[in-house]
């Protein structure tokens, strides 16, 4: 069964800049397409960013295009989501999800298609 434990989260000012990790057990990415979600209190979730496997493709909502860049490390098995230019809208908590989907577009991997998630981090930005 894949873990995915999601670190970096926290406070930081409008402007700021964090980086967000999501490290695996169980198993190795590798072979999923990985995705960054997040959930405002009473909002659904949404899609942030998402990576294919065998990094085919990469994706990226409108609200954070240009200010977020995905990437895997495949030696540490560990996803990342660097932050850039973070906004007060940008608040939320973050999740990280693997999906085994064939898809060669992540994009077109659907939430549910996610097949393991993680418990989320806290992102935080003050104006």
């Known amino acids: 069964r894949v873990q995915l434990v999601e670190s970096g989260g926290g406070m930081v000012e409008a402007g700021g800049s964090l980086r967000l990790s999501c490290t695996a057990s169980?198993?190795?990415?590798?072979?999923?397409?990985l995705g960054w979600f997040r959930r405002t209190p009473g909002k659904e979730r949404e899609r942030v960013s998402c990576?294919?496997?065998?990094?085919?493709?990469?994706a990226y909502a409108d609200s954070v295009k240009g200010r977020f860049t995905i990437s895997r490390e495949k030696g540490e098995n560990t996803l990342y989501l660097q932050m850039s230019s973070l906004k007060p809208e940008d608040t939320a908590m973050y999740y990280c999800?693997?999906?085994?989907?064939?898809?060669?577009?992540?994009?077109?991997?659907?939430?549910?298609?996610?097949?393991?998630w993680g418990q989320g981090t806290q992102v935080t930005v003050s104006s």
């Open positions: 999800a693997a999906s085994l989907t064939g898809e060669p577009s992540c994009w077109a991997a659907m939430e549910n298609e996610y097949d393991y």
């Open positions: 169980g198993a190795t990415l590798d072979d999923y397409t």
């Open positions: 990576i294919s496997w065998g990094d085919k493709s990469k």
